[in-house]
């Protein structure tokens, strides 16, 4: 069975998701029949790498409300993803674009590394305080990952899997998603947001069961 997700390494969400997912995986009796290919998705494609912006600032700005608020929102983020063993460090977080970290992304995936780059641009992004738009901290990401460094370098010098990112874009555009995480089970039904493990479970269980053919 195939999962397909899209997502955004700056969506708090996303990381929340893809570990409730995890979660619902391991109990999963098939889980090692499950191939999962991520696929990208800006959710703010003209965003400003800024390093110098308090991201509470940054997301007050964005919702037109006051930097009191966005303290808040980020706090019950954090609180939200303690609850599935994360430690968000959000009030250090990099205002960045994401498009290059994407392109890493799909640098990793045609290297069948796609998981490991996730996680560890969730991390630099949400726990470690890093500037995912900075080619310095992509190609300690991708190495750490399993990526050559040359390959990383290349890529990021040049456009390089610009093309794949706006294809994901593109398929997510015509299949209706606004929103990440997006889940689609086996392409015959989908999850939206970062939902319980029980519900990531029943999803599979339910597109393993319309399955035309079923690996035992």
């Given at each position: 069975?195939?999962v397909?997700?899209?997502?955004?390494v700056?969506?708090?969400f996303?990381?929340?998701?893809?570990?409730k997912?995890?979660?619902?995986?391991e109990?999963?009796a098939?889980?090692?029949?499950?191939?999962v290919e991520?696929?990208?998705f800006?959710?703010d494609?003209e965003?400003?790498?800024r390093?110098d912006?308090?991201?509470?600032?940054?997301?007050?700005?964005k919702?037109?409300q006051?930097?009191?608020?966005?303290?808040q929102?980020?706090?019950?983020?954090s609180k939200v993803?303690a609850?599935?063993?994360?430690?968000?460090n959000?009030?250090n977080?990099v205002v960045a674009?994401?498009?290059?970290?994407h392109r890493?992304?799909?640098?990793a995936k045609?290297?069948?590394l796609g998981?490991?780059?996730?996680?560890?641009l969730f991390?630099?992004y949400f726990i470690?305080g890093k500037?995912?738009?900075?080619?310095?901290v992509?190609?300690?990401?991708?190495?750490?990952?399993?990526l050559?460094?040359f390959?990383?370098?290349?890529?990021l010098?040049g456009?390089d899997f610009?093309?794949?990112v706006?294809?994901d874009?593109?398929i997510?555009?015509?299949?209706g998603?606004?929103g990440?995480?997006?889940?689609v089970f086996?392409?015959?039904?989908?999850v939206?947001?970062?939902q319980?493990p029980?519900?990531?479970?029943?999803?599979?269980k339910?597109?393993w069961?319309?399955?035309d053919?079923?690996?035992s």
């Open positions: 069975m195939k397909d997700i899209w997502s955004d700056r969506c708090p996303c990381y929340i998701g893809k570990r997912f995890e979660l619902a995986l109990k999963f098939h889980k090692d029949n499950v191939v991520w696929h990208s800006e959710l494609p965003a400003e790498t390093p912006l308090d991201p509470a600032e940054y997301l007050a700005q919702k037109g006051t930097r009191e608020w966005a303290v929102m980020n706090d019950h983020v993803a609850e599935v063993g994360l430690r968000f959000i009030g977080a674009n994401s498009f290059n970290a890493l992304i799909q640098l045609s290297m069948d998981n490991e780059i996730e996680e560890l991390i630099a470690d500037n995912i738009d900075d080619h310095t992509l190609t300690e990401v991708g190495t750490a990952a399993g050559e460094k390959a990383v370098e290349t890529m010098s456009f610009s093309n794949e706006r294809a874009e593109h997510a555009q015509q299949i998603i606004n990440v995480p997006f889940f086996d392409q015959k039904l989908a939206s947001g970062a319980s029980e519900t990531f479970l029943g999803a599979m339910e597109a069961s319309k399955s053919i079923s690996i």
